[in-house]
């Protein structure tokens, strides 16, 4: 059965702390993993990764992915009050050979950022 | 405000009402998603609807029926709920070939009695 596991699954900081958030995953023909961010309801999208060791970055949130271990993390530099939120990890899977696509979502990490 | 709106926001409905979930997008966008956030369980994908079709259907119960009618437009058509169907259900919308860069609605949290 295909699932992702994400730790922790809730963490308190002070503002100027850096985190690591992580994704850990076991899906058949894995194709992408997706991070996101949920506050109050609406998840938003914040990295998208296909390969292994190539580091994407945006501000002070980067993300990596290793398909050899089968994990991401989401490190967050300098948190603010701001980055409070529910940090998702989904992986884009293929069900067998031209299977269709599926996402398989964790349970997200709740992330309080203190001041 | 994102370009994908839900109504209602709220939704309180007996086990043997019909009610029916909407979602539209202003995105330009030809796929569109449900999805189903529970407290106790990560979120699920319902349905996937790419240029109309429907092209996944993961193991939802007959009670929830969705249609989409265009591209823009999506319904979660609801009849005979459970009380564990209360739930925050969420749409989204994105470009056919994946997953990457949904763009969700803000939800309808809806209580079944």
């Known amino acids: 059965e295909d699932k992702v596991v994400q730790s922790p699954l809730s963490l308190v900081v002070h503002e100027g702390d850096t985190v690591t958030l992580n994704c850990s995953y076991e899906?058949?023909?894995?194709?992408?993993l997706l991070w996101y961010k949920q506050e109050k309801k609406a998840p938003t999208f914040l990295f998208m990764l296909?390969?292994?060791?190539i580091e994407k970055k945006s501000g002070r949130l980067s993300s990596i992915l290793d398909k050899k271990e089968l994990f991401s993390i989401l490190n967050i530099t300098a948190t603010q009050t701001g980055d409070s939120a529910v940090y998702l990890c989904?992986?884009?899977?293929?069900?067998?050979?031209?299977?269709?696509?599926?996402?398989?979502f964790g349970k997200g990490t709740k992330l309080t950022v203190n001041p | 405000e994102t370009g994908v709106t839900q109504t209602p926001r709220h939704l309180v409905m007996g086990m043997t009402n019909k009610k029916s979930l909407k979602c539209e997008q202003h995105?330009?966008?030809?796929?569109m998603y449900w999805y189903k956030q529970s407290a106790k369980k990560p979120l699920e994908l319902m349905f996937v609807?790419?240029?109309?079709?429907?092209?996944e259907n993961n193991s939802v119960p007959s009670r929830f029926s969705p249609e989409c009618p265009n591209s823009s437009h999506l319904f979660l058509h609801l009849h005979t709920l459970q009380p564990e169907d209360s739930a925050l259900y969420l749409c989204?919308?994105?470009?056919?070939?994946?997953?990457?860069?949904?763009?969700f609605g803000p939800g309808t949290r809806l209580t079944v009695t």
């Open positions: 995105l330009g966008h030809n796929a």
């Open positions: 899906v058949t023909n894995f194709r992408s």
């Open positions: 609807y790419n240029f109309k079709e429907q092209t």
């Open positions: 296909t390969s292994s060791g």
């Open positions: 989204a919308s994105s470009q056919v070939g994946g997953y990457y860069e949904q763009y």
């Open positions: 989904a992986v884009e899977a293929r069900e067998g050979q031209g299977g269709s696509e599926k996402l398989v």
